[in-house]
């Protein structure tokens, strides 16, 4: 298929390095000032090679990718929330055209959720957002394979740089900030790690996943959210010594989104270390289902963005 991408973070990036292994053409690439389209394929080398010593992607307008010849757009900007832009804007355009859209952006499918099927459902292209959650664990494509209103119930560890703090925490009694300034010089964390340490990435996800539960139209403002920064390192001792930790849970269920710190055994399926995520499902007459698997970092998002391309490829759209 022939792809545009939106976005050259990491995850951009990487989208469009790995997309002709996956047997798909970038036609189209920009990041925030800049952006080069090519309807036979651009030159994937060249424009990352650009980006990394120029800063730039190439010398068009960034908005003219959404008018290249593409049958998918990857939106991969950074998250926004309240308006979800310029995410939505980005979406919308694509769907009236009658383009596929595959995001890694969470801000349209968790602010947003309600005006992106709307517009989906007068398009002839799809939206499909598995990287939004849980990166390359295929968190959204096992609730849809099961269908939605057999799954009950949803918790577990969506963020790995707040599991990489806490994971470091409870194993060697270090404090919070110790943790976060170790994490951050290993490119664990960002230089801005609020979303993540204070729950707000977590959450996106968790209501991202209500509003596919639910199909409701939950946002940020619906979730219960409370971070780890408060957190004292002797408390996770406390928990390690009666054979717990504490990890920062997701919870999705009855209607609701809740983040917090919880106490959890060190064996528990939803205890991972490190930077991993990990994901409980509760499903009707199949039990729990358990996921885990590396939940952040560029190549690994971006290789659930290309399996939601692979899963577009045999839907064709109208022209």
Do not use: C, W
């Not at 790995?18 to 000032?33: I, K, N, Q």
């Amino acid at each position: 298929m022939n792809v545009g991408v939106v976005g050259a973070g990491d995850v951009g990036s990487a989208v469009v390095e790995l997309a002709e292994a996956y047997g798909h053409a970038v036609t189209g690439f920009a990041d925030s000032r800049s952006a080069v389209v090519d309807a036979d394929g651009i030159d994937v080398a060249s424009a990352l090679s650009t980006k990394r010593t120029e800063g730039t992607v190439g010398s068009g307008d960034p908005e003219a990718v959404l008018d290249a010849e593409y049958d998918v757009l990857v939106e991969a900007t950074p998250t926004t929330l309240g308006d979800a832009e310029p995410g939505f804007s980005h979406v919308r355009t694509a769907l009236e055209r009658d383009r596929h859209v595959v995001l890694a952006n969470k801000g349209p499918i968790a602010e947003r959720y309600g005006d992106v099927r709307e517009l989906e459902a007068e398009s002839a292209g799809s939206v499909r957002f598995e990287a939004t959650v849980g990166g390359a664990i295929p968190v959204i494509s096992t609730i849809e394979g099961f269908g939605t209103s057999r799954v009950d119930s949803l918790h577990g560890v969506l963020n790995g740089t707040a599991n990489f703090v806490l994971s470091r925490m409870s194993a060697e009694g270090l404090d919070y900030e110790h943790v976060l300034a170790e994490a951050q010089d290993l490119g664990v964390a960002e230089a801005d790690p609020t979303f993540d340490v204070d729950g707000t990435d977590t959450a996106l996800k968790g209501v991202i996943v209500a509003n596919l539960l639910f199909d409701g139209e939950y946002s940020i403002e619906d979730a219960s959210v409370d971070g780890i920064q408060a957190l004292p390192g002797t408390l996770l001792e406390l928990a390690r010594e009666d054979g717990q930790t504490i990890r920062l849970l997701a919870e999705v269920r009855n209607g609701s989104v809740r983040v917090s710190p919880r106490l959890v055994p060190v064996e528990s399926p939803v205890a991972p270390t490190g930077t991993h995520n990990a994901v409980q499902l509760d499903i009707e007459n199949a039990g729990q289902m358990n996921l885990s698997g590396r939940g952040a970092g560029g190549v690994e998002t971006a290789s659930a963005v290309l399996t939601d391309i692979g899963r577009l490829s045999g839907k064709q759209t109208k022209r």
